[in-house]
């Protein structure tokens, strides 16, 4: 009988998290219709910003620039795009009237594999639906494609939490109710898939806050983390760093004199663990810009100077 009851308050607890989570959120997410010129779309969308803009994924906006976002409330806007990041999976939108105010924003660098989060968004065209679960596995890839420009999303969040067709661009949000995801992807039965919300992510949202496109720095290179060696791990300090698999023909990092196979150690001293690390430094302030590139190569240590050129999706 005791455990029965101590059962009882542990589902009590689970059960007031949520519903804490979905109070909160489902007034703050809107199901988002877009208007396009290839026919009508949906999906979901969180306020980001306290003057109307709203955040949601670029495969959601597609090629719309207009769109409707409808509140639980009641409140309907009419919303125009104002930046579109498709490398990232992000697009920014800004409505034409007051809407709800926008929830806190975390930081998924934090999560831990089995935290709770919960997903809110509108599948399937129902409005203000909630699915809780939990963290199922972090720094999963999400591979995307821009024109010519293919980039991988790195630290992907996969989470157990039921998503359906319409929770794109929804929120998938701590037990606090911190947004700490985007919703992105139904990766299969049981498994969905989050664009993070971290410190790369949020100067992509900044970028087209502000500027309505996001500028990256191009290299040519194509990576994957790869371990050291032992010895070379206690003299980097460093157990990961990123092997050449490809240098693009007549690029930036083919000029400088980058091989295949070349183990990139650091970009202007700063170690490189995760394709992440060496993404976060790509952005515009090191377009043209001198950047040192220090790699293993046959055992030996080579320092390269790249200039990056600015990446275009064509």
């Known amino acids: 009988m005791a455990d029965e009851i101590a059962g009882d308050d542990v589902l009590d607890a689970y059960s007031r ?3 804490g989570v979905a109070e909160h959120l489902i007034p703050r997410v809107a199901s988002l219709r877009i208007n396009s010129r290839r026919g009508d779309s949906s999906g979901s969308a969180v306020v980001l910003t306290g003057d109307g803009h709203l955040l949601t994924n670029a495969h959601v906006v597609g090629e719309g620039e207009q769109a409707t976002a409808d509140f639980a409330d009641g409140t309907s806007a009419q919303a125009r795009v104002v930046g ?10 800004r409505s034409d009237r007051e809407i709800p105010d926008p929830p806190e924003f975390g930081d998924a660098d934090h999560l831990k594999v089995g935290n709770l989060v919960v997903a809110v968004g ?3 065209g129902l409005a203000g639906s909630v699915t809780a679960g939990v963290v199922s596995a972090l720094g999963r890839s999400l591979p995307v494609r821009s024109g010519s420009a293919q980039r991988i999303i790195e630290d992907v969040i996969q989470t157990d939490a ?4 319409g929770n794109s661009g929804g929120a998938l949000a ?8 985007i919703n992105t992807a139904v990766a299969g039965i049981g498994l969905g898939l989050a664009v993070p919300v971290n410190p790369t992510t949020r100067r992509i949202i900044y970028s087209l806050l502000h500027d309505g496109r996001v500028r990256r720095a191009y290299l040519g290179l194509v990576t994957t983390p790869a371990p050291l060696r032992p010895a070379l791990a206690e003299r980097f300090d460093q157990r990961t760093a990123l092997r050449v698999v490809e240098v693009i023909t007549n690029s930036p990092a083919d000029l400088a004199g980058l091989r295949a196979g070349d183990l990139v150690l650091a ?5 490189l663990r995760d394709a992440q690390s060496l993404q976060r430094l790509l952005f515009a302030d090191a377009i043209s810009r001198r950047t040192e590139i220090t790699a293993i190569r046959n055992n030996a240590l ?7 050129t600015e990446l275009t999706d064509r």
């Open 302 to 308: 080579v320092d390269v100077i790249a200039h990056p």
């Open 267 to 271: 970009v202007d001293g700063v170690p």
């Open 162 to 165: 039921a998503l359906n067709p």
């Open 17 to 19: 998290v949520v519903s």
């Open 84 to 93: 579109v990041d498709r490398l990232s999976d992000l697009a920014v939108l």
């Open 122 to 124: 509108n599948p399937l």
């Open 174 to 181: 701590d037990g606090n109710g911190r947004v700490i995801g």
